[in-house]
């Protein structure tokens, strides 16, 4: 990983000497740190809008690791997180990784572990920041549906042909036809398969029918 690289490494631990000696060897093998002495310091600075993982400390005065995690998890920030402790606890490591951290480290750590579970950190949060990418396309994409072609949409999506939709919705098969013409320009797919597939992304469900066909 080179220093263009646009990913950041959060890196939050209350040891003045052990938040130096990371922060100087992070930076020396190219990655883009961004140092905290403490948790509070790390809230109160992170800014969500910058993809990357996070390396927090378990054991700190104010919040600990895994309380730091899930006080961004409440906030609706979900980064890869690498957890470092200066002692192997076993109860700890099981919360933490069943909390979803990457990797469990301990002091004094080792080098290619560390740099090994970031890399696993980035690869994750590529494809986390991939799919944040295309669900604000498809949003965008859907605001400029009309009403009428949004409700369409949930009809095509639930395999109703177009004579169908034009009997639930009251109007005639033309007009059905132009509305999903629009539709699915504006969605920028051609094929009912992808229609699919981006609506179950951003859980769009289809138009249910009942048992006699109708809404």
């Known amino acids: ?38 948790s509070t310091e790390f809230l109160a600075q992170h800014d969500s809008s ?13 919040l600990d690791g895994l309380q730091l995690q899930a006080a961004l998890s409440a906030n609706g920030v979900e980064r890869p997180v690498i957890f470092i402790t200066g002692v192997g606890d076993i109860p700890v490591t099981v919360r933490a990784m069943q909390a979803g951290a990457i990797d469990f480290l301990t002091k004094p750590l080792n080098n ?17 920041a991939a799919l944040r990418r295309e669900l604000a396309l498809i949003n965008d994409r859907l605001s400029k549906l009309t009403p009428r072609e949004r409700e369409v949409l949930t009809h095509v999506v639930a395999g109703r042909l177009n004579k169908q939709i034009a009997a639930d919705l009251g109007t005639v098969e033309k007009t059905i036809k132009l509305h999903r013409s ?3 320009l504006k969605m920028g797919v051609r094929t009912v ?16 029918q009942d048992a006699t066909g109708t809404r």
């Open 1 to 38: 990983m080179n220093s263009n690289s646009p990913f950041a490494v959060f890196l939050v631990d209350d040891d003045p000497r052990v938040l130096k000696a990371l922060t100087r060897s992070l930076h020396a093998k190219g990655y883009d740190v961004r140092a905290f002495s403490s």
């Open 50 to 62: 910058i993809p990357g993982c996070a390396i927090f400390d378990v054991s700190m005065p104010d």
């Open 112 to 128: 290619k572990q560390l740099l090994a579970a970031i890399e696993r950190a980035f690869g994750i949060e590529a494809g986390a």
């Open 182 to 184: 629009r539709m699915m």
């Open 193 to 208: 398969a992808d229609l699919v597939r981006i609506a179950e992304k951003v859980n769009i469900r289809p138009q249910q």
